[in-house]
């Protein structure tokens, strides 16, 4: 048993580190993580307040994951519920409290809330005990609800959460609060200086980009777990790549209007000058250190590489010199993983979407072509991902519709 005092200890440097965390879909699995980790909990949810509605935004749950190791698709499903006191959400949201419940099949019927099993007869999962705590930053804002689900003994059984958990619980998700709505104006920052690389490219959307980002930490996620990555590493990573690969395009600013909108194909002149994307883009995070940054630049400079050795823009002395030369194209595992895994996510949604030089392909187009490229254009193992979690891609492409 652990000592209140060395719990205060550790919450207070999982609080520190989640202050470093940027992306809004890291934080709240470092946050369901934690939460999880510190009352041994099987299972958690976080929903987050829109507008007047709580949308179901992060969910884990260590049994159905052993059972089917791609649930994840579940994060991108839609799934709301009002703020009122029907849902156990709703009415923890509104009273700004803390809940327990030992037994959510058991509740009495004296109060207004009672429990939808919606997902338990769909997962075919026992909700049993709950903690349910209010998001509240420090201005009282309510941003959110976490709920806690099954707390664990040592021999695996189920047990109610104790006054304990919900404290200290309660202090995490008000600390966590605050860096909930700072990694909300990070991602709207992020996504603000897309909409202006976008404003020049109409036919592509935002939502091009949150699926590209979105397909890449899925597959990346795929190929860590394959390879026995640790899961705090892997969850780290997620956060700089989600960012870095929304980003893969930004180089196109520095393109012309009379290229980027061309109705028709490129001529050979404008094609090379297109190409250069990919070195205008990696300048903009040639100064900083940061691994957001790293990650950044090797996407948006690799991202066109072919794993046979036939992209570009290959080997560049300088990526500053006024004249650039493209060189050597990189070949095989010389191309940064990252940017072997953004390659097969930008082109498997260039095909599937509009642009203004083509139409929409079909899925089995895009699925074979895809296929065809295995070992050409595309890193196999990347392929090979890919397919595997082919249900998830599509969760993300519903999610992220135009
Ligand atoms: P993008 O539209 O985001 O396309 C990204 C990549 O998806 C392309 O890289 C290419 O590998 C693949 N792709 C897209 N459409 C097709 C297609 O119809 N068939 C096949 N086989 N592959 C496709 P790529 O070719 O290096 O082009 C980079 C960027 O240059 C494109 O980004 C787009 O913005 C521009 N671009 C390429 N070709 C044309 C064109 O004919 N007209 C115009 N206006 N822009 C073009
Ligand atoms: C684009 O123009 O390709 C979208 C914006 C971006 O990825 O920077
Ligand atoms: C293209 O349409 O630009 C060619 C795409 C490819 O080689 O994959
Ligand atoms: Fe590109
Ligand atoms: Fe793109």
Known sequence: MRTSKSKLAELLAITEKLNHVKDLDSLLDNILYEARKFTSADAGTIFLVEGDKLKFSYFQNDTLDKKNPTINQ?????????????????????SGKPLIINNVYEIENDVPYSFNPYFDNIFEYKTVSTLTVPLITSRQNVVGVMQIINALDEEGNITPFDDDDKMFVTFFANNASVAIERAKMTREMVLRMIKMAELR??????????????YTIEIYE?????????????????????IAAMLHDVGKVAISDTILKKKGKLTDEEFKIMKLHTVYGA??????????????REIALNHHEKWDGSGYPGYIDNIFSDEIKFGKSKKGEEIPLFARIVALADVYDALISERVYKS??????????????????????????????YDVILAIRKKYSD
């Open 74 to 94: 579940f994060i991108y499903s839609i799934f709301e519920v009002p703020i009122d006191e029907k849902s156990i959400a709703g009415y923890v949201a509104l």
């Open 201 to 214: 490219d109409p036919k592509e959307t935002g939502n091009h980009v949150n699926r590209v980002a979105a």
């Open 222 to 242: 795929r190929l860590a777990k394959k390879k026995n990555t640790p899961l705090s590493e892997i969850k780290k990573t997620k956060d700089a790549l989600r």
């Open 283 to 296: 300048r903009l995070f040639k100064n900083s250190m940061s691994e957001m940054d790293i990650i950044s």
């Open 360 to 389: 929409e392909w079909n899925e089995e187009e895009a699925k074979n072509y895809i296929l065809s490229q295995k070992g050409k254009h595309f890193d196999p193992e990347v392929v090979d991902a890919f397919f595997e979690i």
